[in-house]
């Protein structure tokens, strides 16, 4: 009898365990749901956005620096007097 009741509590708590487990998936996923609407509503970006804003950005930096290697220097304009 002594064992049976071991038995059960086990049972009992591996159940319990098992459905505070289930809860707190649900809840993450809930959370996670909600912390992406909330990027989306305030228009910010991911990770995988910024990393590319970024390769961007060195790609354009290079190609200014391409076009102003192969510039010529502006003429500068002559005062003159105007009365």
């Given at each position: 009898?002594n064992?049976?009741?071991?038995?059960?509590?086990?049972?009992?708590?591996?159940?319990?365990?098992?459905?505070a487990?289930?809860?707190?998936?649900?809840?993450?996923?809930?959370?996670?749901?909600?912390?992406?609407?909330?990027?989306k509503?305030?228009?910010?970006?991911?990770?995988?956005?910024?990393?590319?804003?970024?390769?961007?950005?060195?790609?354009?930096?290079?190609?200014?620096?391409?076009?102003?290697?192969?510039?010529?220097?502006?003429?500068?304009?002559?005062?003159?007097?105007?009365?």
């Amino acid at each position: 009898m002594n064992q049976n009741f071991f038995d059960d509590m086990a049972k009992m708590a591996g159940g319990a365990f098992q459905g505070a487990d289930a809860f707190r998936k649900q809840m993450e996923t809930i959370i996670k749901d909600k912390v992406g609407d909330c990027a989306k509503s305030w228009h910010l970006v991911t990770e995988e956005q910024l990393a590319d804003l970024r390769t961007l950005i060195v790609a354009l930096e290079a190609r200014v620096a391409a076009l102003e290697a192969n510039a010529t220097p502006p003429v500068k304009a002559k005062k003159t007097d105007v009365a």
